[in-house]
Nanobody
């Protein structure tokens, strides 16, 4: 059974930075794509970023492109989300998810989710 545990959320001022971590267990981490999603209060969950199995392909939603960096350490079974130049509109619960293939192709490819970590950006 796959387990994903996020950490690193918190309260930060606009313009600041946070790094989220997600530790995976339960199957071979290095074989699968990983993704980060977020859900703001009163809004639907949205895709933020994805990284392929080896870490040499990444993709971001336009609203975070150039500010956030997704990375992974397969030796530590961990995926990261470095968030820079944070804005109040980045406030949300952030979730990591694991795919069933080595590249993320859509939410139907995700079969494991973490419990989420709250990021609050004050203005």
């Amino acid at each position: 059974q796959v387990q994903l545990v996020e950490s690193g959320g918190g309260l930060v001022q606009a313009g600041g930075s946070l790094r989220l971590s997600c530790v995976a267990s339960g199957r071979t981490f290095s074989s699968y794509a990983m993704a980060w999603f977020r859900q703001a209060p009163g809004k639907v969950r949205e895709f933020v970023a994805t990284i392929n199995w080896s870490g040499d392909y990444t993709y971001y939603v336009d609203s975070v492109n150039g500010r956030f960096i997704i990375s992974r350490d397969n030796a530590k079974n961990t995926v990261y989300l470095q968030m820079n130049s944070l804005k109040p509109e980045d406030t949300a619960v952030y979730y990591c998810a694991q795919g069933i293939t080595n590249y993320y192709r859509g939410q139907n490819d995700l079969d494991a989710w973490g419990q989420g970590t709250l990021v609050t950006v004050s203005s």
